[in-house]
């Protein structure tokens, strides 16, 4: 009843930009906190950058400056700019959100954590 949608990634040199995009969709009475998760190969899953329905923001210490986040609470969307990126941003990035659902038969009244398929980012020379 709730998809996340990834689009963007792709492979750019070192120095390069790459914008990812996620939109939400389905039964949604509203989202929390929107974020970008990313899990580079061997590695675990890591949490990259948060915002909260009010834009308040949080980035993982090895992104600041260098990634920004956004949202658009009115077409439940989250954006992740990446500028200056490096070799060790290399990893596929995951949309989550913490989403308010339209209760149903099959789904209880309550806030739900959703997971988007993960798009891969590669930065390299």
């Known amino acids: 009843q709730v998809q996340l949608v990834e689009s963007g990634g792709g492979s750019v040199q070192p120095g390069g930009s790459l914008r990812l995009s996620c939109a939400a969709s389905?039964?949604?009475?509203?989202?929390?906190?929107m974020d970008w998760y990313r899990q580079a190969p061997g590695k675990q899953r890591e949490l990259v950058a948060s915002i909260t329905s009010g834009g308040s923001t949080y980035y993982t210490d090895s992104v600041k400056g260098r990634f920004t986040i956004s949202r658009d609470n009115a077409k439940n969307t989250v954006t992740l700019q990446m500028s200056s990126l490096e070799p060790e941003d290399t990893a596929v990035y995951y949309c989550h959100a913490e989403i308010r659902v339209v209760p149903s038969t099959h789904v209880p009244r309550g806030t739900y954590r959703y997971w988007g398929q993960g798009t891969q980012v590669t930065v390299s020379s």
């Open positions: 389905g039964s949604i009475l509203s989202i929390n906190t």
